[in-house]
């Protein structure tokens, strides 16, 4: 997992898609590509991530699939 700036993400709420503030967070894995159906384990490791650069992590920002095999959480570390 990678940590960086970027521009706020959106997450789930009772009234909607709302923007969520906070830093990137980007899983790949080594060896070969994260697949479109590894979305819960990307988050996993966002999390696990988040949580060791001393940030927390922000359940429920939306992540999106990279067609690059990389899965991107913004907003997901505060």
Same mark, same amino acid.
């Given at each position: 997992?990678? /940590?960086? %700036?970027?521009?706020?993400?959106?997450?789930? +709420?009772?009234?909607?898609?709302? #923007? !969520? #503030?906070?830093?990137? !967070?980007? !899983? +790949? =894995?080594?060896?070969?590509?994260? %697949?479109?159906?590894?979305?819960?384990?990307?988050?996993?490791? %966002? =999390? @696990?991530? *988040?949580?060791?650069?001393?940030?927390?992590?922000?359940? =429920?920002? /939306?992540?999106?699939?990279?067609? +690059?095999?990389?899965?991107?959480?913004?907003? @997901? *570390?505060?």
């Amino acid at each position: 997992a990678r /940590i960086s %700036a970027d521009a706020p993400g959106l997450q789930l +709420t009772a009234q909607g898609a709302k #923007p !969520v #503030p906070g830093h990137a !967070v980007s !899983v +790949t =894995r080594a060896g070969s590509s994260l %697949a479109f159906d590894e979305g819960a384990l990307a988050k996993k490791a %966002a =999390r @696990a991530g *988040c949580e060791a650069a001393g940030g927390r992590f922000q359940d =429920r920002a /939306i992540g999106g699939y990279d067609r +690059t095999g990389a899965w991107l959480f913004r907003g @997901a *570390c505060a």
